[in-house]
């Protein structure tokens, strides 16, 4: 059976993201572990419970075929933290499938794994954050799922089905 870490914040995780993701992977039998900076319950943006059950301290890439960072405001915390960075960077030194959602393609890039990639990311419009998508080394795409090899990205909350069933086609191949 394949395994997915999904990541969320803290608080202020997105909910939409984090329920239709985990629907779609558990729909196609990948099993789903839940992470954030400690264990416990954790309340998204819509207020939505969700149960952490290991820190990510503790997580080894090695135990999981997909690690997910679902996004929301509460993702800005870890847009510079050194457990996200090392569980990315690891996930991807091990051919692990690394992807984001909304907000958290940006914690992708400033872990440094998006250069000369093709990624998408949340924007509101304004380009801010396409552009800093791109000052890390991205090629931005304004589509709701990008794929480049081992890397999956997406917009936000209206792709998280897609974003899950892309996930689950690319585990499952």
């Not at 572990?33 to 301290?57: E, F, P, Y």
């Not at 090392?86 to 890039?109: N, Y």
């Not at 090899?149 to 897609?162: H, K, M, V």
């Amino acid at each position: 059976m394949k395994k997915a870490l999904l990541i969320i914040a803290e608080s202020n995780f997105q909910d939409i993201e984090f329920g239709h993701t985990r629907q779609e992977l558990e729909k196609a039998g990948i099993e789903v572990t839940v992470a954030a900076k400690t264990k416990g319950i954790k309340i998204g943006v819509l207020r939505t419970s969700a149960i952490a059950q290991i820190a990510m301290k503790d997580v080894r890439a090695d135990n999981y075929d997909a690690v997910i960072f679902i996004g929301g405001g509460g993702a800005e915390q870890y847009l510079n933290d050194k457990d996200a960075f090392k569980i990315i960077q690891d996930s991807v030194k091990k051919g692990k499938l690394t992807a984001a959602i909304c907000i958290a393609p940006l914690i992708l890039a400033n872990a440094g794994i998006l250069e000369g990639k093709k990624a998408t990311v949340w924007d509101a419009g304004d380009g801010k954050t396409a552009a800093k998508l791109e000052m890390k080394g991205a090629k931005f795409i304004n589509e709701d799922v990008v794929t480049d090899n081992n890397i999956i990205t997406a917009s936000g909350p209206g792709a998280a089905r897609d974003f899950g069933r892309t996930i689950a086609k690319v585990l499952l191949k």
